[in-house]
């Protein structure tokens, strides 16, 4: 079956240190990949979507300079997260799609101290 | 810019009567709702999902669609306390094949009770 994998699924820094995340796509092939973050008390929300043959798009109130995002082939993106300060806690979701519906991963939950 | 609500905020329900939550959404053109669940701080887990006016059922858990309105439900049919979680709606527009971007409600905590 189709499965999305994150890694790591905790992590604590120091605030101003970077965190990288996974995201791992099986079984099948994800043509897009979206990163979403789900902040204390508050709702998920979409920090930037990629599509292969595409540039990445990211929303409002997120750039690539904070949140650089790769998305080498069809199973793997990850997403780092550069001088983490305490707003940008919370948990990270990997949202990952073939031709079909929306996989999620666990999620990556990141605490800044 | 969609703007995705869900109400109420909070139920809690006995075991076994039925559960039903609401979501309206602003974009009328969009064409891809899902209901997902979030156990404590977790990932998300998907309950059903629905694409056309009308109804669809997965299990317990049934989504009724009523675009004209903005208007997506679930209702939770013979809840058990395992089922206490936060409740999820989202919706998005997919076009030609390309990925939407999905628009999450704020949640409904949903507590059962024995």
């Known amino acids: 079956g189709a499965l999305v994998y994150q890694y790591p699924r905790r992590t604590i820094c120091k605030s101003g240190t970077s965190m990288r995340m996974e995201c791992q796509a099986v079984g099948f092939q994800a043509t897009s990949v979206a990163w979403y973050r789900q902040s204390p008390q508050k709702t998920f929300e979409l920090i930037a979507l990629?599509?292969?043959?595409?540039?990445?798009?990211?929303e409002q109130n997120f750039t690539q300079e904070k949140f650089p995002i790769s998305h080498p082939n069809l199973s793997f993106s990850s997403m780092t997260v550069l001088n983490a300060y305490l707003e940008d806690r919370g948990l990270y979701l990997c949202?990952?799609?073939?031709?079909?519906?929306?996989?999620f991963g666990e999620g990556s939950k990141l605490t800044v101290l | 810019q969609q703007k995705v609500q869900q109400s109420p905020e909070s139920l809690t329900v006995s075991e076994g009567a039925m559960a039903s939550l609401n979501c309206t959404f602003s974009?009328?053109?969009?064409?891809?709702f899902r209901w997902y669940r979030q156990h404590s701080a977790k990932g998300l887990e998907v309950l059903v999902s629905?694409?056309?006016?009308g109804e669809k059922e997965e299990g317990r858990f049934t989504a009724h669609l009523n675009r004209a309105n903005l208007h997506v439900s679930l209702h939770i049919r013979e809840p058990q306390p395992s089922d206490s979680a936060v409740y999820l709606c989202?919706?998005?527009?997919?076009?030609?094949?390309?990925?939407?971007?999905?628009?999450f409600g704020e949640g409904t905590q949903v507590t059962v009770i024995s």
């Open positions: 629905i694409f056309s006016d």
């Open positions: 949202g990952a799609r073939g031709t079909g519906q929306l996989y």
């Open positions: 974009d009328g053109t969009s064409n891809n």
């Open positions: 989202a919706v998005s527009r997919r076009t030609g094949g390309l990925s939407g971007k999905l628009t």
């Open positions: 990629s599509t292969v043959n595409s540039a990445i798009k990211y």
